[in-house]
């Protein structure tokens, strides 16, 4: 069954369209459903909508890209990555030359996030963000490298 109603599939296809210059990757990892019960391992119950919304959405455009890897199953591109199993579902958005700019999401792109996750897409995919001119200089005048990571609840 679909997660995307077929109104929210036509925009978010038509936004693709408009927005998407070049090719864009989305590496999602996950773990696969179990009913079995492992102490210590923290299972997100948003796991399996969250992948199969990584799928769905890499159908709506020829430029996206999508490889879900599974824990247990893909430990190579686990370990390429880096990607915490702890900390899944996680999900790498890359541009076409497959460096990694830092796009990373941890949990479910849903809600208010789930435009920002059509944004990045789009920014990876043109290679420009809509940044001011005068956030552009500040940024460029930082002198360490800065980690931002943003937290957000279920609403």
Do not use: C, H
């Amino acid at each position: 069954m679909a997660l995307l109603q077929e109104r929210d599939r036509q925009y978010v296809q038509t936004f693709f369209k408009e927005r998407l210059e070049r090719p864009v990757k989305m590496l999602a990892f996950g773990q696969r459903p179990t009913k079995l019960e492992v102490p210590g391992v923290r299972r997100n119950p948003l796991m399996e909508q969250t992948l199969e919304l990584v799928e769905e959405v890499g159908q709506l455009s020829d430029l996206l890209e999508t490889t879900v890897a599974y824990a247990g199953e893909n430990e190579d591109l686990f370990d390429q990555w880096n990607v915490p199993k702890d900390r899944l579902p996680a999900l790498v958005l890359l541009p076409e030359d497959g460096v990694d700019r830092g796009v990373w999401f941890f949990g479910a792109p849903a809600g208010y996030e789930f435009r920002t996750l059509m944004e990045d897409l789009a920014d990876l995919s043109s290679g420009a963000t809509s940044l001011s001119q005068e956030s552009r200089s500040k940024l460029q005048a930082l002198a360490d490298p800065v980690y931002i990571q943003v937290f957000v609840t279920p609403t």
